[in-house]
T-cell receptor, first 115, second 112 residues
Framework: SAVISQKPSRDICQRGTSLTIQCQVD?????MFWYRQQPGQSLTLIAT?????????ESGFVIDKFPISRPNLTFSTLTVSNMSPEDSSIYLC????????????FGPGTRLLVL | GNSVTQMEGPVTLSEEAFLTINCTYT??????LFWYVQYPGEGLQLLLK?????DKGSNKGFEATYRKETTSFHLEKGSVQVSDSAVYFC???????????FGGGTRVLVKP
């Protein structure tokens, strides 16, 4: 497995502002993903974070709203831009560890409340 | 496309009771199947997995068997504890690589 940390763990933000969430892993990983979990719901994949290139977004998610960076193998950021109350969710990063294909491990999540 | 269906909760039971959470899936090819658990206020933890038909995944007293003939991966535990209170998610990865498709989650509440 891997030790995955996310910052911040939670935040309360005003509508119209942006928040950048960081995901750091303690070992090299082959893939990194970002998910959203709306209140009381399951997880929805936002995008695959690609090292050194643009992320691959799922249907319904766009780069202007959720810009993602992955400058190296162990770090990624997700920005939630121009926030509205509908963006209130838990945002989780997940990784596939080198040598443990098919299995994703999740970070602790960032709990975001937009007022 | 791929999909996962799991029984709706909440499931409420007493300590030491038997727990079953049903999970069925639709996928092309031969998916890998997973159970994740989310304790209150925390992220997701991998509970167990199975990567091919008839494999049994097990961990912390939980078991699930990959049944290709019934496209199912039901989670079971013989004697639950209060600490097992959580939301349980069934998921799969399919032919498209590592993208996880999740079921809706099942909340389990174990009472003393």
């Amino acid at each position: 497995s891997a030790v995955i940390s996310q910052k911040p763990s939670r935040d309360i933000c005003q509508r119209g502002t942006s928040l950048t969430i960081q995901c750091q892993v303690d070992s090299q990983v082959t893939m990194m993903f970002w998910y959203r979990q709306q209140p009381g719901q399951s997880l929805t994949l936002i995008a695959t974070a690609n090292q050194g290139s643009e992320a691959t977004y799922e249907s319904g998610f766009v780069i202007d709203k959720f810009p993602i960076s992955r400058p190296n193998l162990t770090f990624s950021t997700l920005t939630v831009s121009n926030m509205s109350p509908e963006d209130s969710s838990i945002y989780l990063c997940s990784v596939v560890v080198a040598g443990a294909q098919e299995t994703q491990y999740f970070g602790p999540g960032t709990r975001l409340l937009v007022l | 496309g791929n999909s996962v269906t799991q029984m709706e909760g909440p499931v409420t039971l007493s300590e030491e009771a038997f727990l079953t959470i049903n999970c069925t899936y639709t996928a092309t090819g031969y998916p890998s199947l997973f159970w994740y658990v989310q304790y209150p206020g925390e992220g997701l933890q991998l509970l167990l997995k199975a990567t091919k038909a008839d494999d049994k995944g097990s961990n912390k007293g939980f078991e699930a068997t990959y049944r290709k003939e019934t496209t199912s991966f039901h989670l079971e535990k013989g004697s639950v504890q209060v600490s097992d209170s959580a939301v349980y998610f069934c998921a799969l990865t399919g032919a498209a690589g590592n993208k996880l498709t999740f079921g809706g989650g099942t909340r389990v509440l174990v009472k003393p």
